[in-house]
């Protein structure tokens, strides 16, 4: 099976006045359908830009970036954006929750950006997603009425809301306390073992340990590669 994600000689830079700032100094990196990847590496190193990329975000300055067979550096932003819906799913580390809309309403936004009809169907579908992520109680809370797991869950389920092959999470758990973590690590898990393609960066030893694939960034560029053991 060919990989989901192919980088090849990525180079990202930010040009600051004259300054210009080389953060990404050619990436290789290719990763299979399936697979469970930890990112991690100091601050600074480069993470969140490579993940950035990786979720058509951002596009890199040089190097080519394939996600399932199509090179998206060639893409216009509205090939890019659909992409993104059809491919990708990103949860961050402050949830990025809109705090008027309830939990269920939350779970729809990529659809209402997507300029797709909301509908009874589309609101049953984002239902059970709130039920999966075990909220099925809260459909009608607002950001600011949940816990910061609860909330890390309704970012989950709005990132499974197009079917996305890839999840990407920077920092997913970076704002939860350790028993918080271990509940959206394991909903992570099982995701992954339905077949999800999961890339997450974290500082964190004991949640990289739960990944498949380990790979630490340093100033830039891949200092190792290593597959856990179980
Ligand atoms: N928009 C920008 N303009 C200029 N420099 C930037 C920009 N974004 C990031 N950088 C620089 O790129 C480098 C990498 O930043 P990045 O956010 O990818 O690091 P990180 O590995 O995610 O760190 P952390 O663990 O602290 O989140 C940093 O030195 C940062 O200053
Ligand atoms: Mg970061």
Do not use: W
């Amino acid at each position: 099976m060919p990989a989901i994600v192919q980088v090849q000689r990525l180079i990202k830079n930010y040009y600051l006045g004259a300054v210009t700032v080389n953060v990404l100094k050619g990436i290789n990196l290719e990763i299979e359908e399936g697979d469970f990847v930890a990112l991690m590496g100091p601050s600074g190193s480069g993470k969140s830009t490579l993940m950035n990329i990786l979720g058509c975000l951002d596009r890199p300055t040089n190097g080519e970036y394939i996600l399932s067979g199509r090179n998206v550096a060639l893409l216009n932003d509205d090939r890019l954006s659909d992409v993104r819906c059809r491919y990708l799913g990103f949860i961050f580390q402050s949830y990025n929750l809109l705090p008027q809309y309830t939990v269920v309403e939350n779970i729809e936004l990529p659809l209402m950006y997507q300029g797709k009809q909301l509908n009874e169907r589309t609101r049953a579908r984002c239902i059970a997603l709130a039920k999966l992520v075990g909220l099925g109680d809260r459909l009608d809370h607002r950001p600011l009425e949940l816990s910061g797991g609860q909330q890390q869950r309704v970012a989950i389920a709005r990132a499974l809301v197009n079917d996305p092959h890839v999840i990407l999470g920077d920092e997913p758990t970076g704002n939860l306390d350790s028993t918080t973590s271990v509940e959206i690590m394991e909903m992570l898990i099982s995701l992954n073992n339905a077949g999800k393609t999961i890339i997450m960066v974290t500082h964190e030893n004991d949640i990289a340990a739960n990944a498949r694939r380990v790979i630490r960034l340093r100033d830039g560029q891949i200092e190792s590669d290593v597959r856990n053991r179980n």
